[in-house]
């Protein structure tokens, strides 16, 4: 048996991960996450998901939050229970090794945002002719979401546009966007 902890905020979306795998699935909502993305997942049976959903704005709030449910349910769950962290986040590391030296069976799972998702990406954005592309950030972000599927996630929002900058396709400045990507 295993159980799932998703740290949606970090994660964005549900479509990378098979909850019908798991007895369980506890999932750690932000405060800016209106909602869960599936994704265009269909399941056959039910799934036993227990949402979680932060109410305050603050730094590793959510990080906080998921490590108190993985003490809590380490007390509560079968000792043949196995925990799955389902994060790319590795400041669960030291926790997830301390619960395994304990005797639970506890893994960190990463879900590897798709070089190839973050490549349609940038091709949107390049194939678009320039005075058409967002020049606004707020516009870029919505742009992101709809793209990337992540509306509602401004951390999965924030990140995708993030690796944007660092990879050097756009510029933020006071004036605006500066796309480096040609055309």
């Known amino acids: 048996m295993k159980w799932a902890f998703i740290d949606y905020e970090n994660i964005g979306c549900l479509s990378k991960v098979n909850l019908s ?8 909502v932000g405060a800016k996450q209106p909602k869960l993305d599936f994704g265009d997942k269909k399941y056959e049976s ?5 949402l979680i959903q932060i109410k305050a704005i603050q730094s590793n709030n959510l ?26 986040d590795n ?34 954005l390049k194939s678009k002719p320039k005075e ?27 990140n995708h546009l993030n690796h944007l900058v660092k990879m050097n396709v756009l510029l933020i400045s006071e004036s605006g ?3 480096k990507c040609q055309s």
């Open 21 to 28: 795998i798991y007895e369980k699935v506890i999932v750690f």
């Open 46 to 50: 039910p799934v036993n998901i227990v």
């Open 63 to 88: 990080d906080f939050h998921l490590s108190y449910y993985l003490g809590k349910y380490t007390q509560e769950a079968a000792p043949n229970v196995s925990f799955e962290v389902i994060t790319n």
């Open 91 to 124: 400041g669960f590391t030291p926790l997830i090794s301390h619960i395994k030296s304990n005797g639970r069976c506890c893994k960190q799972i990463k879900i590897v945002n798709s070089s190839n998702e973050i490549t349609k990406l940038i091709h949107s």
């Open 132 to 158: 058409k592309r967002p020049q606004k950030v707020s516009s870029l972000k919505n742009h992101i979401a709809s793209h990337m599927h992540v509306k509602g996630n401004e951390v999965a929002i924030q």
């Open 177 to 179: 966007l500066q796309y």
